[in-house]
Structures are given as structure tokens and as C-alpha cells.
């Protein structure tokens, strides 16, 4: 990536963005090629390029440059690169905030109806959801936080994007959470953000499905929330969510994530004692993901 921008360091192309390759205008088509290509969606209402739309570059040598969105073509490619971009008509607005003013909070909403980039994983829900306050947007930062693989997820996408109902928004939602511990620390609460559409989703769901051991699910929502708190570096928290549990109460699905919140909890926490006590209690697996969200808060 740093490569193509030190390209604009030096020369800029004044071809007009409709020469170059054309954005989606079909939201619906955009997320298809996404989840095949494994990438999030770069997406900007209609009308927006029909101005100057200047966005900020910045190369190894931190020597930044202002260029025109729509009006160059190496800063098209660049986002061809690392997203599937897209025109979102203004006829799909309606549609689209209804859908989401059912569940969203007033950010998010606020996010969807301005003039701003917005990235989108391949369901079209907002990652990038907190306000930009730059009076120009950084391209770069965007591509840093948001050019993302998501091979990872591509199994839980697929299955999601086929069938929408409490185990596929579950399973989503719960790969979200793992894979907030991969990305850049600046991109993982906007992560942890996404994966909790996704529970909402599942808890929406739960009501109508012929799921049988419902407060079981239920349980293991409010453990997941804990283990948030544990990647995003909050282990007191976490701590004093736990204390709060009685023991007698654990669903016996959700004792391997009770025992692995506590060891991860102390083991943040460096109480090597409480650690010991268990360790044994986990595989092999567990531990290794545990020292994976220590070790990205250390």
C-alpha cells in the first residue's frame, strides 16, 4: 500500500474517476463480489463524486498530499485494491435506514446519512461507524483500520449470507470477536462493535427459533460480552463481571467459556496464583487464544 502512495508523492493522474474502473452501483452485487473476494465494501452516496471530493494521502516519509477522489485514477485503483466500492443510490436510502433504525443507536445512524466514505463488511453494516472530524478524510488511515482480509470469516459470511437466522447471526458474530484480535488495536473496537450487531441479531432471532436450550444462549451472550471486555484490554472489568456470577447458575454448555474467561482474566491481571488454579481446566486451543489476547495487551 505504502508503495502506491509514495506513487502519489510524486505524480497524480488527472484522468476523471468515470475512466477509470466504475463503482458498483448495486449494493446487492457489491457484497456478492466481496464475500468472494474477501473484502470490505468502500461506499459513498450518490452524488458525492459529482464534486471535488479531497482526500488525504500519506507516504513512509509522513509527507502528506491532498488529492481529488474523483479525479484521479491511481487513487481509484488504490481503492480497488483493498475494497469492493460502491455508489449507494439515493433510492436505497429509505430502505436502508428503516432497516436499520430498528437496532441501531443514534451514531450509527448519523454515520449512514452523511456525505462521508463508509466501509462495510459484506452484509453492508457499518464498521467505521464513530464521526470523522477531519475537514478532509485520510485515505490512508482508512486502508490501515479497514483494508481488511476477511478470509477468516469467510465460512460464518457465507453461511450467514445464505440463511439468516439466530446460529448463522451466532456464529458470525462470535468470529468477529476472534478476529478483533488480529487486526490493528486501532480497528479492534470498531470490530467488537460489528461482531455485537450480530448478537443482537442472533438475541432477535432466539424468540422465534426452535432453539431448546434458550437460557443457556442467553448466558452465553453475557459471557461473550466479558470476553469483549478481555481483547479490548479491560481485565478489572471483566473481573468484577465474573465475581458477580454464581457458579451454581453456569450452564453446563457454557462452563469451558466460564473457565476460560477467568484464566485469561487473571492471567491479564498477573495473579499467577488464580492462573494456576485454571489452567488445567482448558485445552491446549483455549490457552493458546488466551495467551493470544494477553499478549495484544501486553
Request: aromatic share 10%; glycine share 2%.
Amino acid at each position: 500500500m505504502k508503495k502506491h502512495v509514495l506513487i502519489f508523492l510524486i505524480a497524480f493522474s488527472s484522468i476523471g474517476i468515470c475512466n477509470a474502473q466504475e463503482w458498483f452501483t448495486s449494493l446487492d452485487v457489491a457484497k456478492r463480489l466481496a464475500l468472494v473476494q474477501d473484502k470490505m465494501l468502500l461506499v459513498m452516496w450518490q452524488n458525492t463524486l459529482d464534486y471535488t471530493y479531497p482526500v488525504r494521502l500519506i507516504g513512509d516519509d509522513k509527507v502528506s498530499v491532498v488529492v481529488d477522489l474523483n479525479k484521479n485514477d491511481e487513487v481509484n485503483n488504490l481503492i480497488w485494491d483493498h475494497f469492493v466500492p460502491v455508489i449507494l443510490l439515493e433510492s436505497n436510502y429509505e430502505k436502508l435506514y428503516n432497516d436499520a433504525k430498528k437496532n441501531r443507536n443514534v451514531l450509527y445512524l448519523d454515520k449512514l446519512k452523511d456525505d462521508s466514505i463508509k466501509i462495510m463488511d459484506a452484509n453492508g453494516n457499518i464498521l467505521n461507524v464513530k464521526t470523522n472530524t477531519a475537514e478532509i478524510e485520510n485515505l490512508t488511515q482508512i486502508i490501515n483500520r479497514y483494508g481488511l482480509k476477511t478470509t477468516f470469516l469467510k465460512h460464518e459470511l457465507n453461511n450467514y449470507s445464505r440463511d439468516k437466522n439466530v446460529t448463522s447471526a451466532f456464529n458470525l458474530a462470535s468470529k468477529y470477536l476472534d478476529y478483533a484480535v488480529y487486526v490493528p488495536k486501532k480497528t479492534r473496537e470498531d470490530i467488537t462493535d460489528l461482531a455485537n450487531i450480530y448478537f443482537n441479531e442472533a438475541k432477535a432471532y432466539l424468540a422465534n427459533s426452535d432453539l431448546k436450550n434458550k437460557a443457556g444462549f442467553l448466558q452465553r451472550l453475557e459471557f461473550l460480552d466479558i470476553k469483549k471486555l478481555l481483547i479490548l484490554g479491560n481485565p478489572n472489568k471483566a473481573r468484577r463481571l465474573l465475581k458477580k456470577i454464581d457458579t451454581a447458575d453456569i450452564d453446563i454448555t457454557n462452563q469451558t467459556l466460564y473457565n476460560f474467561l477467568n484464566y485469561t482474566t487473571f492471567k491479564m491481571l498477573e495473579k499467577e496464583e488464580e492462573v494456576a488454579l485454571w489452567k488445567d481446566k482448558l485445552s491446549p486451543i483455549d490457552l493458546k487464544k488466551a495467551e493470544l489476547i494477553v499478549n495484544i495487551n501486553g
